[in-house]
């Protein structure tokens, strides 16, 4: 795997971060069924990947190109309300602060893809700032109504 000292700290501080939120969440949640049902198929997703990267040749590669995949689903989540800001015309139902850190986070990753001349990090944070984009002009050409 990728020995770069400063992307293993800031992901296991982020995947740390994460993981606090879901215990929190879970702590919280009132109707637990569909959450263990969810929490179950990441399971054995999780499982089902890391056989197939495991027995690999070049487990790297593999590894890399998935969580391009996955980062780039995650940053993509939002554009499901799209539809709903077209036919309503405001952008009211989208999440700004998450679009926005997204694009700021995948700005940074970006660059600093290109300084250690990494292209994972960097076509992949490329695109994730272009989807950002897209996603934060929607909130120019559709602003949220005020509430009457």
């Given at each position: 795997?990728?020995?770069?000292?400063?992307?293993?700290f800031?992901?296991?501080?982020?995947?740390?971060?994460?993981?606090?939120?879901?215990?929190?969440?879970?702590?919280?949640?009132?109707?637990?069924?569909?959450?263990?049902?969810?929490?179950?198929?990441?399971?054995?997703?999780?499982?089902?990947?890391?056989?197939?990267?495991?027995?690999?040749?070049?487990?790297?590669?593999?590894?890399?190109?998935?969580?391009?995949?996955?980062?780039?689903?995650?940053?993509?989540?939002?554009?499901?309300?799209?539809?709903?800001?077209?036919?309503?015309?405001?952008?009211?139902?989208?999440?700004?602060?998450?679009?926005?850190?997204?694009?700021?986070?995948?700005?940074m990753?970006l660059?600093?893809?290109?300084?250690?001349?990494?292209?994972?990090?960097?076509?992949?944070?490329?695109?994730?700032?272009?989807?950002?984009?897209?996603?934060?002009?929607?909130?120019?050409?559709?602003?949220?109504?005020?509430?009457?």
């Amino acid at each position: 795997m990728l020995s770069d000292e400063t992307m293993i700290f800031v992901n296991t501080i982020g995947l740390s971060l994460q993981v606090l939120y879901l215990i929190w969440f879970y702590a919280f949640t009132g109707k637990r069924g569909p959450l263990n049902r969810q929490i179950g198929y990441l399971l054995v997703i999780l499982a089902s990947v890391s056989m197939v990267v495991e027995s690999r040749s070049d487990p790297t590669y593999l590894a890399g190109l998935l969580a391009c995949m996955a980062s780039l689903l995650c940053c993509s989540a939002p554009l499901v309300g799209v539809g709903e800001v077209l036919r309503t015309k405001s952008s009211e139902k989208l999440p700004f602060v998450l679009i926005a850190s997204s694009f700021v986070v995948s700005l940074m990753w970006l660059l600093y893809g290109l300084v250690i001349n990494d292209q994972f990090v960097s076509v992949t944070n490329g695109i994730a700032v272009l989807i950002s984009t897209v996603q934060l002009s929607l909130f120019v050409i559709y602003p949220t109504k005020a509430k009457t």
